[in-house]
Each structure stands twice: as structure tokens, then as C-alpha cells.
């Protein structure tokens, strides 16, 4: 079998899987930016909004930073796969970019 893998035929976010006989390429994992093969824990760097822990790329939870990243009034945050969101609070509604009591 001739190790298709070694010339790199994959993309970039992608990783090279030799078969016997081929190859194929497999997306790397969300949390990577480029890798050498399946998991968080073979990213070659972490993406946005990811932090390595433990070898892996985990990821960073914004709504628990010292520094507040939804600060307006009446606004929660909701932390998401590689992000975050800003909603208004129960019992408020986003009128005009303020959270309005409902």
C-alpha cells in the first residue's frame, strides 16, 4: 500500500486517513483550526472561541469571564459551541437593541 498521505492531499481542515490502496479525507473537529487526525485533541491550533485544556481544545465559556460580556440592562448570556449569545432577560423582549419589559 502506498501511503497517500505522506504528499498532504487533504485541505487544510481537513485530515488524511490512508485506506488500502486510497485515502480519504475527514473534516477535523470544530474546535480546529487544522489538524492531524480525529478529535479536539489532535487540533494543530485551537479555533476561536476554544482554549487548549489538557490537550485538548475545549471550549471557553464567555458568559463566566470576569469581564461581562453582555452588559446591557436586562440582558442574560447564553454560552454556545465556540461562542456566546446575548438575550434579553425572562419577562423582557429586544425592542430597538434595549431589552423592554414585556
Given at each position: 500500500?502506498?501511503?497517500?498521505?505522506?504528499?498532504?492531499?487533504?485541505?487544510?481542515?481537513?485530515?488524511?486517513?490512508?485506506?488500502?490502496?486510497?485515502?480519504?479525507?475527514?473534516?477535523?473537529?470544530?474546535?480546529?483550526?487544522?489538524c492531524t487526525?480525529?478529535?479536539?485533541?489532535?487540533?494543530?491550533?485551537?479555533?476561536?472561541?476554544?482554549?487548549?485544556?489538557?490537550?485538548?481544545?475545549?471550549?471557553?465559556?464567555?458568559?463566566?469571564?470576569?469581564?461581562?460580556?453582555?452588559?446591557?440592562?436586562?440582558?442574560?448570556?447564553?454560552?454556545?459551541?465556540?461562542?456566546?449569545?446575548?438575550?434579553?432577560?425572562?419577562?423582557?423582549?429586544?425592542?430597538?437593541?434595549?431589552?423592554?419589559?414585556?
Amino acid at each position: 500500500d502506498l501511503d497517500e498521505c505522506a504528499a498532504s492531499p487533504c485541505k487544510d481542515h481537513q485530515y488524511c486517513l490512508n485506506t488500502d490502496g486510497s485515502f480519504s479525507c475527514k473534516a477535523c473537529d470544530a474546535s480546529c483550526v487544522g489538524c492531524t487526525g480525529e478529535g479536539s485533541d489532535k487540533c494543530k491550533i485551537c479555533a476561536s472561541g476554544y482554549m487548549k485544556e489538557d490537550e485538548k481544545c475545549t471550549d471557553i465559556d464567555e458568559c463566566n469571564l470576569p469581564e461581562k460580556v453582555c452588559v446591557k440592562e436586562n440582558q442574560d448570556c447564553v454560552n454556545t459551541s465556540g461562542s456566546y449569545k446575548c438575550v434579553c432577560s425572562e419577562g423582557f423582549e429586544d425592542k430597538d437593541g434595549t431589552c423592554a419589559q414585556t
